[in-house]
């Protein structure tokens, strides 16, 4: 079992490799310098921030659905997306759409910021009614989903139509926006983050069993949590930050591999994260297909992985 997930986990590396060359050179070609140029400062930031999206939201994910013991969570569901919309949207209503220089990175350093608040309250309010594992997590974070969905449509009545545009493109996710200083900036706290998420999949697998058959092996339950927690929505902030809010990605991928692969995390983390790379890449594939039409991301990966998800479930009712 383990060479086969091995192996599982090789073949993705190389699709992803594979495929982010192709889709940084798709329609261009070397020899011209305005390819070269494109290339540098469109491409690549392009598919950076798409591998990086794409591993954030599905191993966060991954994690969640353990730590919350259901296997539709994701960080729309907790809260934790919402959180960082929100103050994207106060952003870009108040004007931060029109700054540049480093004032333009403002958008990223709010919906940080907003996921970051969003999980400390979550947390915070399930401590508060005792039960901050599991049901209170997501309970808190079905309340400030909707509060800060209520904020957000109180928002777009008050915008004018500029600002309306600009919040709806974010709201709907896009690729776009990152250039080659975020991504840089952004890589090195998402490899950091990965590396530490990863080593994780033995403690994950010790949760299924219980906290007390946890805490049995060593595993002090009353840290992991929030650590895990805080981790998850780490990764979420800065996918925010560099696309918006992206719909499906984190509830699909880690799902998907577990009704294929079984529930060992020390695969599912891994694998999740470049599968989940490896279908931003392909949006961003079909995306650059539409001759210079941006189409919003949560549009293609609703229409790519609804069907897919709704095939999962299926199979597993039937198993």
């Given amino acids: 079992m383990l060479r086969k997930h091995a192996w599982c986990i090789a073949t993705l590396i190389v699709v992803l490799l594979g495929l982010a060359a192709l889709t940084a050179m798709q329609g261009l070609q070397w020899s011209s310098a305005v390819d070269q140029q494109i290339l540098l400062h469109l491409r690549v930031p392009l598919v950076g921030s798409a591998i990086l999206v794409g591993a954030c939201l599905a191993a966060s994910s991954a ?6 013991r259901n296997p539709l969570a994701d960080p729309g569901l907790i809260g934790i997306t919402s959180g960082a919309s929100l103050f994207a949207a106060i952003y870009l209503l108040a004007g931060g759409a029109t700054l540049t220089g480093l004032a333009a990175y403002g958008l990223p350093l709010f919906s940080f ?3 970051l608040l969003s999980t400390l309250l979550i947390y915070a309010i399930a401590k508060r009614l005792g039960l901050e594992s599991g049901t209170g997590v997501i309970l808190a974070g079905i309340a400030i989903s909707t509060l800060s969905g209520g904020v957000i449509a109180w928002l777009y009545f008050l915008a004018d139509a500029q600002s309306l545009r600009n919040l709806t493109f974010w709201l709907l996710g896009s690729l776009h926006q990152a250039d080659l200083k975020l991504v840089s900036f952004a890589a090195p706290l998402v490899v950091a983050l990965l ?10 697998n010790w949760l299924y ?3 007390q058959a946890a805490q049995l092996r060593g595993l002090n339950v009353a840290r992991y ?3 895990m927690l805080l981790a998850s929505a780490l990764l979420v902030g800065i996918a925010v930050s560099l696309a918006g809010s992206i719909a499906f990605i984190g509830l699909l991928v880690p799902h ?3 009704n294929l692969f079984g529930h060992d995390n020390r695969f599912v983390l891994p694998a999740s994260a470049l ?3 490896i279908l ?3 949006v961003v594939a079909i995306s650059n297909g539409f001759g210079g039409v941006v189409v919003p991301v949560s549009m293609l990966t609703a229409t790519l992985g609804g069907p897919v998800f709704l095939y999962s479930v299926v199979r597993l009712a039937r198993t």
Avoid: C, E, H, S
């Fill in 63 to 68: 994690i969640l659905q353990v730590m919350l």
């Fill in 113 to 115: 910021i907003g996921a």
């Fill in 195 to 204: 590396i530490y998420v990863l080593r994780q999949g033995q403690p994950l």
């Fill in 209 to 211: 069993f219980g906290n």
């Fill in 225 to 227: 949590y929030p650590r």
């Fill in 256 to 258: 998907l591999l577990r």
């Fill in 275 to 277: 599968l989940g790379a």
């Fill in 280 to 282: 931003l890449l392909v």
